[in-house]
């Protein structure tokens, strides 16, 4: 059983997921290799070599867990935290942990293996951000699980090990920090000023302009005044509202229709890069309707300058977002 | 000039180093080659390569800034903060930024090329540590400097640019967050027990034994209860204290004896594996003395799986800290 563990000085919880570990011989340094099309448990034809779905969008009524899906959702075969028993939370000494009840399942976002985010069709995107919203609006209901967290990482050197086009959501038993930190300050903004800060944030820039990359009706794209990452992209939605499932059909139209756009930008500046995207959405039980905005960030992995800052959450960015949104912006799509 | 910026959100301080920008048409993935021996300018006879020096340890009264020295400390070539110039704060809008006045300086660990940490005697390794010490006491003679971080990239995978062996040393304006987070933490802990919370652990986790890995008079190496990575090292004094830069000479010689056969488990039991390691030590103008305990972290960079956990602070780690130490202490050395 995984296990969730509370650093006892900063509070910070990580997942020990011991159904993961190598086997003794086996610690040695991961190679930065992804499983090809050959062996690809995610084609059309291979449904049998993941768990049962739990999700699929498919046409002219074909069986589950067979071929004729245009999106499959399924647990990760390999799932970090178990979505059985019951949370028990443990103290021990100045110690606290929790046993790893949560849910970790892979979006199979296309049956196509060569057809990334950035190469798809507007529908098609907006197929998948449909899927994340199905998903957190299913998870919801139980009660067990505080947060979901939904991501992708595109590319061997942003910690895929499957090329084949895929998110992963994660629904955990606790708020992790990161979040914590957003909605800690979100909500000092809010008692100063009684606004949200990320509406403060989408106003001025689209005044100022510098760090705007693209936008349309619904959404804007710019890089961040205080980008950790060289080329960080944030996309942010221009109405209100805490959560991104909850956004009306229109918006997640005009995200995807965003979305696109800006993952060619980076694509044709940088020549396709590795890539994390986080969504980040409200947590699951909390009421910060008022303060928290749902935006989404991609986090470009270009450099290894990173490697310290990986450790320390301190973080030297050599690109200014300024001239990031320019060579963003100038590409001819 | 180099530049720190806030998030307004989270209240995180980056830096945007654009002195270290590349072209525009050089925005492509970094690759992970190091610079090796023929072009090292480490190496002896190439002093002329690197900034002249601030330090360095000499026999037989060698010329500073040619051959005949053991260890050195020159300026980064490519500094991330620059020591010129005054600290000017400025608000615009929402957002908050200083000039990136700071220092950046590289601690040349000895002459050879070949010889890693790991691989050099006790006393060489006494002088690295004593180098750490002197530029951090001279540093913190200038009050615009905050906080002085002292870390070492081991491996291309960990962010090294150089085979060479060498540390860094970045000294700010500010506080970085994951500092101010193990303050805040070790405060609350000692609000309420009036206690340090690392004194506490050492306490504790040497009466349990599980997460040992090894000791001696003054020093502990342990896995801590919520590793972020797997095989992640903690060494901390026994005995508390604030400061690396003022605990007493016979401490750090019990350092370094003890960081030797540390870095030898981890490289029989990984393989030689990439590590960050990072001093952290009491912020040069506080007052933390009851509270804050110095130490060592060590993370080895073993798994891609920490893709994720970059962009967000969020961490899902493989192996239990039992299991790791257990497999460190029972390696022969």
């Not at 970090?80 to 939370?89: I, K, M, N, P, W």
């Not at 919801?140 to 090990?161: C, P, S």
């Not at 990320?198 to 804007?220: K, M, S, Y």
């Not at 690109?319 to 912006?329: G, I």
Request: with cysteine; net charge negative; aromatic share 8%.
């Amino acid at each position: 059983m995984p296990e969730l563990r509370r650093d006892p000085i900063t509070g910070r919880w990580v997942i020990i997921s011991t159904d993961r570990q190598k086997r003794p011989n086996d610690f040695r340094l991961e190679h930065f290799a992804t499983i090809g099309r050959e062996q690809c448990p995610f084609c059309p034809g291979r449904e049998a070599m993941t768990p049962p779905e739990v999700l699929s969008y498919r046409q002219n009524g074909s069986a589950a867990n067979a071929p004729g899906w245009d999106l499959r959702v399924v647990p990760n075969k390999f799932p970090a935290l178990q979505v059985e028993g019951t949370l028990d939370r443990e103290g021990e000494g100045l110690f606290d942990r929790m046993n790893g009840i949560g849910a970790h399942e892979v979006i199979i976002e296309t049956p196509d293996h060569d057809r990334p985010l950035a190469a798809m069709s507007e529908p098609e995107i907006e197929r998948v951000l449909w899927a994340y919203r199905e998903r957190i609006l299913d998870l919801k209901k139980d009660f067990r699980l505080k947060h979901i967290l939904i991501f992708k990482n595109h590319g061997a050197a942003a910690g895929a090990t499957l090329d084949h086009p895929h998110s992963q959501l994660i629904a955990l038993p606790i708020v992790p920090d990161f979040v914590r930190e957003e909605l800690d300050g979100a909500r000092r903004h809010f008692e100063v000023k009684e606004r949200c800060v990320f509406c403060d944030i989408v106003r001025d820039e689209l005044r100022d302009g510098r760090r705007v990359i693209q936008e349309n009706a619904d959404i804007v794209a710019l890089a961040p005044y205080a980008p950790r990452f060289a080329f960080e992209t944030w996309l942010l939605p221009k109405q209100h509202g805490a959560r991104f499932e909850e956004a009306p059909r229109h918006v997640g139209e005009s995200l995807a229709r965003l979305l696109k756009p800006v993952l060619q930008r980076l694509d044709r500046t940088v020549e396709m890069p590795p890539f994390n995207l986080v969504v980040h959405t409200a947590p699951s039980a909390e009421d910060v309707r008022d303060t928290y905005h749902w935006h989404i960030e991609i986090m470009p992995r270009l450099t290894r300058v990173a490697g310290f800052e990986w450790g320390t959450g301190f973080y030297i960015n050599p690109t200014s977002p300024e001239e990031a949104a320019k060579v963003l912006r100038s590409v001819r799509l």
